[in-house]
């Protein structure tokens, strides 16, 4: 038998930190106690005015890269998971791939919102699993949504943040990846997200007019407060089952770091302890597709994953996508 195995991790955080006091300053109101309080987030940090999306990817893939001993040249793909992608088209993993120097990956992205790298780790995982012509894949999750900030809009610039994280997957003859599983809920997919500049409302004067000049991210209704309570469990559950595992045998969650409240009612509602979710919402903010491989690659640098633990992950996204992994940790 043939199976992922993750080789390495990296991940890049950008310079500029916005804490909670400065996004006071900018709103004109009070908001870290709240923030801190019901969400536990007290900074975010944001791409340079020079930065894209590809160059958060790039910062990230080479930490990985490096760690793991691979050349850009030996990569033979690269999946690039994001919903703030370079441009509509074509796809941001090919700036990469060009911006890399690694002439004999393939490309593509993966658009499933916040859910995206843990779908794309799926995806990922199995090409090597059926196919012995993929030797080192890159999977990259990278968010640049303070490009879609209103940064008047209290319920989305207090949240969001620009980063990346990565891994380098490579074959082994023991998992490695175990297994995944993949929900959604697809009534919600008018809840959340940036609606304006594709198909349906294309970016026209008219519509730019109802964003305030630009396309940007919004909270247009709300999700049921239990949502991620209610199916992170179901999702660990169906997926762990699968494999034969218990949540005791779980040494690490990583769950989406959108709200630090929820990660601890959900390890509530496991019966786990909380030392076994880590978590990095506090320090750098909410950044969607790359915050589980960003939180990853902190507790791997912390030493809180060891040879032979065994990982799970959990993520939603706006969509509602939601997607889980389980992985066997041998780097």
């Known amino acids: 038998m043939r199976y992922a195995q993750i080789l390495s991790t990296g991940r890049y955080v950008p310079e500029k930190v916005l804490t909670n006091a400065d996004i006071e300053n900018i709103l004109g109101e009070k908001v870290d106690e709240w923030l801190q309080q019901n969400v536990g987030i007290r900074e975010r940090h944001v791409m340079a005015d020079?930065?894209?999306?590809?160059?958060?990817?790039?910062?990230?893939?080479?930490?990985?890269?490096?760690?793991?001993?691979?050349?850009?040249?030996?990569?033979?793909?690269?999946i690039v998971a994001t919903d703030t992608p370079d441009y509509l088209s074509p796809a941001t993993a090919s700036v990469v791939q060009a911006k890399l120097n690694a002439p004999n990956a393939g490309t593509y992205d993966l658009n499933c919102a916040c859910a995206g790298w843990v779908t794309a780790l799926d995806v990922g995982s199995k090409t090597i699993a059926a196919d012995d012509s993929y030797r080192r894949i890159l999977v990259v999750g990278a968010y640049g949504m303070t490009r879609y900030v209103n940064w008047k809009d209290k319920k989305t610039c207090t949240l969001f943040a620009d980063g990346a994280g990565a891994v380098v997957l490579g074959a082994g003859d023991k998992p490695g990846f175990m297994g995944a599983k993949l929900l959604a809920n697809g009534e919600y997919h008018d809840a959340l997200g940036i609606y304006t500049g594709g198909t349906h409302r294309p970016a026209t004067a008219e519509s730019l007019q109802l964003t305030n000049g630009k396309p940007a991210v919004q909270f247009v209704r709300k999700f049921p407060a239990t949502f991620n309570t209610e199916r992170w469990p179901m999702l660990l559950d169906q997926l762990l089952k699968r494999q034969n595992q218990t949540l005791d045998d779980v040494k690490l969650f990583v769950f989406t770091q959108l709200n630090l409240r929820t990660i601890e009612a959900t390890m509530k509602v496991l019966n786990q302890p909380m030392e076994k979710a880590h978590y990095t919402m506090d320090k750098w903010g909410y950044t969607g597709s790359a915050c589980i491989p960003m939180t990853l690659d902190d507790a791997v640098v912390q030493g809180k994953v060891r040879r032979g633990d065994l990982v799970a992950f959990c993520a939603s996204g706006g969509g509602l996508a939601m997607a889980s992994a389980l992985y066997r940790w041998t780097a």
């Open 50 to 78: 020079d930065q894209a999306t590809s160059d958060l990817c790039v910062a990230a893939a080479r930490q990985a890269l490096e760690r793991s001993g691979t050349k850009p040249e030996e990569l033979d793909l690269i």
